[in-house]
C-alpha cells in the first residue's frame, strides 16, 4: 500500500493517474456529446480545479472559453459551512452556455452559492462537471450533470485537492489514513 505524508496526516493510495485520466475522459465525451454545434465557457472553481480543468480542456472537442473563480468552504479536513466569493469573473456569461468545473462535490453548498452568482449573470444554460462526487454528503438541491467518479464520504487529497494548502502537487489521489 502506498502511503504518503502531507503536513501532519497520513494518506493512503485511492486512485491512480490513469483512473483519473479515465474518469476525465468519460466527463469530456459527454460533455463533448451533449454540446455538440454549441460554445461552452467553463468556469473552473479554483484552487483545486486546476489539474481537473486542464485534463478535462484538452479533451473537448467543441468550442470553448476558460474562466476562473475563487470560493472558499474548507477549513483543514471539514467545509465551514461559509462560502466566501474571492476573485470574480472576467467572461461576459449572459446567453452562454456555463460549465462550472468543481473538482470534487461533496455538501453542495459551493454550488448553491455558483449556482445563486451564476443566475445573476442570465446563462443560457448552466451545469456542473466534477471529478469527484460524495453523494453521502451531499445536501444540495441538484446533483451535477457531470461525475467523473461516486466516491465515499473521505477526506482526499492530491491532483489538485489539497490539505492546509499542501498535497495539490500529487499525481495520483489519497485519502486519509484511519
Known sequence: MVVVEVADRSFELFLTHEEIQEAVKNVASKINTDYENKEIVFVGVLNGVFMFA???????????????????????????????????LSTELEGKHVIILEDIVDTGLTLEKLHTMM????????????????????????????????????????????????????????KIKE
Open 119 to 174: 443566475k445573476e449573470h442570465q446563462p443560457q444554460s448552466f451545469e456542473v462537471a466534477t471529478l469527484l462526487f460524495k453523494p453521502d454528503a451531499f445536501k444540495g438541491k441538484t446533483p451535477p450533470k457531470y461525475i467523473g467518479k461516486e466516491i465515499q464520504n473521505k477526506f482526499i487529497v492530491g491532483y489538485g485537492l489539497d490539505y492546509q494548502e499542501k498535497g495539490r502537487n500529487l499525481k495520483d489521489i489519497y
Open 54 to 88: 486542464s485534463d478535462l480542456i484538452k479533451h473537448i472537442s467543441v468550442s470553448c472559453e476558460v474562466t476562473f473563480i475563487k470560493v472558499q468552504s474548507y477549513q483543514g479536513t471539514s467545509s465551514s459551512g461559509k462560502v466566501t466569493k474571492l476573485i470574480g
